[in-house]
Every structure is written in C-alpha cells, then in structure tokens.
C-alpha cells in the first residue's frame, strides 16, 4: 500500500515530466509544505511554499467576492534573460 507522501511525490515527478520545471511543491493552503522537487539546487522551498499560500488565500478572497467559487489554479509567471518562470 502507498503512502500519502509517496502519492504525492508521485504527482510531483510526474509533473516533472513535462520539463522546464525548475521548483514544484504540494503546498497546504496555511503554507505547509508538504512535498517538494527542486530540479535545480538553491531554491527555497519553505519560501515557494509561503508564497504559494499567500497567492491562494488572496485569490480566493478576490474570487469569492466575484463569483462565489475558489481558484482552480494560479499561475504566476516571471522573466529573466535566459527564460521565463511559472508558479
């Protein structure tokens, strides 16, 4: 039988498959960080993790207002020189 945090390492390495992913994490929505792949060494986890919470609680402040229903995803896109990067 699978653990919880095998399942959901699972989902991560899938997602890893699609490349291009520098950082993925599951994330509870008060910032737990629940698993984690870093693809490239001296991202911060714990960092992504509280971030992605604060982007959820505010989007779904401002989605419930407008629609009365949670986010499905949230994307947050940078850029830099070299490449872009999505959250």
Same mark, same amino acid.
């Given at each position: 039988? !699978?653990?919880?945090? #095998?399942?959901? !390492?699972k ?14 994490? =599951?994330?509870? $929505? ?6 984690? #792949? ?7 986890? !714990? ?17 419930? $207002?407008?629609?009365?229903? !949670?986010?499905?995803? =949230? ?9 872009? $990067?999505?959250i």
């Amino acid at each position: 039988m !699978e653990t919880i945090a #095998k399942s959901l !390492e699972k989902i991560l390495t899938d997602l890893e498959a699609v490349g291009g992913i520098e950082l993925s994490a =599951i994330v509870s $929505r008060q910032g737990l960080l629940m698993v984690s #792949k870093d693809t490239k060494n001296g991202l911060s986890s !714990e960092a992504f993790a509280a971030l992605t919470a604060t982007l959820y609680m505010s989007a779904e402040s401002i989605t419930q $207002r407008l629609n009365e229903q !949670e986010p499905k995803s =949230i994307v947050v896109e940078t850029g830099d020189k070299q490449h872009g $990067r999505s959250i």
